[in-house]
């Protein structure tokens, strides 16, 4: 089922209620195309106008390739600026160490640092010099401003840019525009930190600068962490300030594996661990963070905090898996568009996408543009699709995007994971590992991506079936021997540590005359159960290559128990695996022959009824 946002962020929303300090993070986790960004949007729809809401995205700001937290606190300032009525917030502190890490005082000594830093806040204190610094800031910021549906601040209107930075600066006026702010209460905050220290409040804007241009990571995370408390005392403060019943903040990360927002995210949640360990008996942070990862933040949470996202919301971070459509879900998409033929187009298209979100709107679209039913699904994926590109290439494209944090397609990738889909599972992919392009090795995320193998995390996962498919006919395509599908089933076969990794690689490889004899052998060896079962692992994998029904079909006249096997290793994988047969008067056909075949094999088993009750099934 598609993800429902909504719900788990107004349990987010509500965590605080309950009495916990702080609300967890929101990682939802998702492969390429899982329609996490979609989600994320109408979030935002829904929530802008009942609190502060900000939909950030790390690979339109500027910093991203800094691997700062600079560029997302921005955005995530600028987007929460214009608030909701009757709930204005500042980010004083947040703006003095922009000032601060405008300014390079490492070639100053340390009085002049000093005195230049008095000198910086003393201009800004003037509401028309800052209103020209944050217009530069919001330019440069590069990220999408959530509080308008518009493109990304870089490339919007002048006046769109003056609309922002008036609301950034519209809070910190006291009375009247004229009227001088004062920064002496932000100012005094860097010297405490809301954690009882005691330094020289100037002398820790001069080093957060400092920090900000060091190539050392150590002193890095020290800004990060630095900006992000300021960040938490300014909503903090804002909050207090509106009194009642005020809402929390929702801020929403798009492309939350971008390096940015990674580190805004681990910053985060570092902060509030240090804020705890202070007892400085603070009121909650108003922030609550919904993270969109293809599963690289899971696995840095999981390593940061110990904590899986499993544990419920009194864990520092939760995981929502974005899961696929429905059969139900894509036949209602498919019937509530102006497409003819709905109730026909649903079934087709989740039988090949299997509900993969973006995959499921190419196939839907594509089968609109057939006014007959009865669509030949091989036909549509080789269709012609923009770019130059083919309708498969396309389908496949969004779960290598995935693996990628810039949502680049790398050629490499996506030849590995053509290669990768023979494997029946990831601890079969890493065999092989000798057939992949460079730079592609085991620790590349087309192995270890959480969300591309499914279940996420789990040792044997197995690819997305759509992948899978998608990688398959991509592989029978391939021509150079040295990594085609002949090369690929070889190498699993010969590496095979199961019967049934074997026998299931030698009917792709070989052909399904030998593999029937070997089953057929085994017919009055193995209990009934067993025998079905190690049936279903042979099968399991259909044949792109075989789109001919009189192959599939296999012996017109099978008299043989070796002859039925042939029968079920050609009809099963078609029936059951393979998208591409859709014809309802020709899955009746490939039925029937199951049915027939398990009954007639049932003759030659240990016992009957485990055979009988599986072609009931049919």
Known sequence: MRLNLPEPITELLAVQATGLPTSPVLAVEGPGGSGKSESLREALEKWRRETPTALVRPSETVDSAKNTVLGVLTAVMIGLSPGIRGYPLKFERTLIAHLAIREDFSKLTATDALNRLKQVLTAHRDPAVLLAFVRSVVRAAGGLAAAIAGPPVSAAAPEVVDQLAEAVVSGLRRWRWWQQIDW?????????????????????????????????????????????????????????????????????????????????????????????????????????????????????????????????????????????????????????????????????????????????????????????????????????????????????????????????????????????????????????????????????????????????????????????YLGLRALAARDDPATGWTAAFRKLRDRAGDRAGQLHHERLLSGKEGVAEELAGLLPELPPAEWLALLEEVVATPDPRERDLARVRGPKQPSTAADHVVVLLGVLPALDHDPCFTDEHALAELRELAKDSLRRLSKHARERGPFLLRAKSY
């Not at 903090?236 to 300030?241: I, K, N, V």
């Open 184 to 468: 002496a209460g932000p100012v005094a905050w860097f010297g405490h930190q809301d954690r009882g220290f005691d330094f020289n409040p100037l002398q820790t804007l001069i080093d957060l600068s400092d920090w900000a241009r060091s190539e050392r990571p150590s002193l890095r995370e020290e800004a990060d962490d630095l900006l992000v408390a300021a960040l938490l005392a300014d909503l903090r403060r804002a909050r207090a300030e509106a009194g009642g019943d005020a809402p929390a903040v929702l801020v929403l990360v798009d492309d939350g594996d971008l390096p940015a927002a990674s580190a805004f995210t681990s910053s985060l949640i570092r902060v509030r661990g240090q804020l705890a360990a202070a007892r400085t008996e603070l009121p909650p942070d108003p922030l609550n963070l919904v993270v969109a990862t293809t599963g690289a933040v899971a696995d840095a949470l999981t390593t940061a905090t110990g904590c899986t996202g499993e544990s419920g919301w009194a864990g520092p971070w939760v995981r929502i898996p974005a899961g696929d459509l429905g059969p139900d879900e894509v036949r209602h998409l498919a019937e509530s568009s102006r497409w003819g033929n709905g109730h026909l187009h649903g079934p087709v298209a989740h039988r090949l996408t299997r509900g993969h979100p973006e995959g499921t709107a190419i196939v839907l679209a594509e089968l609109a543009k057939d006014r007959e039913p009865g669509t030949d699904v091989d036909a549509l994926l080789r269709r012609p699709a923009p770019g130059g590109t083919t309708v498969e290439r396309r389908l496949l494209e969004p779960f290598v995007r995935g693996l990628n944090a810039r949502k680049h397609v790398e050629e490499p990738l996506l030849e590995a994971l053509v290669t990768l889909s023979a494997a029946r599972d990831r601890l079969e992919a890493e065999r092989l590992l000798p057939l992949l392009p460079h730079p592609v090795r085991h620790d590349s995320p087309v192995f270890t991506s959480r969300t591309l193998w499914s279940p996420a995390g789990a040792d044997d996962g197995r690819l997305h079936p759509l992948a899978r």
